[in-house]
Nanobody
Framework: QVQLVESGGGLVQAGGSLRLSCAPS????????MGWFRQAPGKEREFVAA????????YYADSVKGRFTISRDNAMNTRYLQMNSLKPEDTAVYFC?????????????????WGQGTQVTVSS
């Protein structure tokens, strides 16, 4: 059984930065695309960013483009989401996800493994 473990969330002031990390426990996920999603209270889970296994294909939601950077270190078996210029509307629980996809997608239904989520709170 594979479980993804996120870390790096917390409380930050608007304009600040956080870096989220995600690593699988149980085994290495080779040839899996990775995605980051978030869910704010009372809202549906929404796509944030995704990256292919090799890292050559990257997608961002329009709301985070230019502020967030997704990356992966396959040797370290870890994925990252660098979040800069954070805004109060970025407040949510952030989830990482993995799917055996040739190309990453923006749909949470395409990802088979999920982390438990990490809270990000941005104060104004």
């Amino acid at each position: 059984q594979v479980q993804l473990v996120e870390s790096g969330g917390g409380l930050v002031q608007a304009g600040g930065s956080l870096r989220l990390s995600c690593a699988p426990s149980g085994r290495t996920l080779s040839n899996y695309a990775m995605g980051w999603f978030r869910q704010a209270p009372g809202k549906e889970r929404e796509f944030v960013a995704a990256i292919s296994w090799i890292g050559g294909i990257i997608y961002y939601a329009d709301s985070v483009k230019g502020r967030f950077t997704i990356s992966r270190d396959n040797a370290m078996n870890t994925r990252y989401l660098q979040m800069n210029s954070l805004k109060p509307e970025d407040t949510a629980v952030y989830f990482c996800a993995a799917g055996r996809l040739r190309r990453p997608t923006m749909s949470p239904d395409d990802y088979e493994y999920w982390g438990q989520g990490t809270q990000v709170t941005v104060s104004s």
